[in-house]
């Protein structure tokens, strides 16, 4: 069984940063061999990708709306993935989910492939 719990949302004015965490519980398979990834879902939308991770950490996806302002990045030593987002603009405003793909070796973009998933945790960026 695996869990992810998310942490770090919040409000944040616009131009500012969050930090969003998410820890991995996980009996029998090991962390390092879970492809991760970040989506969001805002109010009436589809939930889309934002970031996604390889095992290793050295191959990375970034959705276009996101480049250059989010990092996504792992420590599989510590079981956790993490969302570095800095410069947010208002229409960042959304429910951000973590997500594991156990069964992929190379990275994954889409939610179908993803098999385990956070609770979510609010991110609302005011302007």
């Known amino acids: 069984q695996v869990q992810l719990v998310e942490s770090g949302g919040g409000l944040v004015q616009a131009g500012g940063s969050l930090r969003l965490s998410c820890a991995c519980a996980a009996s029998g398979r090991i962390f390092s061999t879970y492809v991760m990834g970040w989506f969001r879902q805002a109010p009436g939308k589809e939930r889309d990708p934002v970031a996604t991770?390889?095992?290793?950490?050295?191959?990375?996806y970034y959705a276009d709306s996101v480049k250059g302002r989010f990092t996504i990045s792992r420590d599989n030593a510590k079981n956790t993935v993490y969302l570095q987002m800095n410069s947010l603009k208002p229409e960042d405003t959304a429910v951000y989910y973590c997500?594991?793909?156990?069964?992929?070796?190379?990275?994954?973009?889409?939610?179908?492939?993803?098999?385990?998933w956070g609770q979510g945790t609010q991110v609302t960026v005011s302007s």
């Open positions: 997500a594991a793909d156990r069964f992929s070796r190379g990275i994954t973009t889409t939610a179908a492939a993803y098999d385990t």
């Open positions: 991770i390889s095992l290793s950490g050295y191959t990375t």
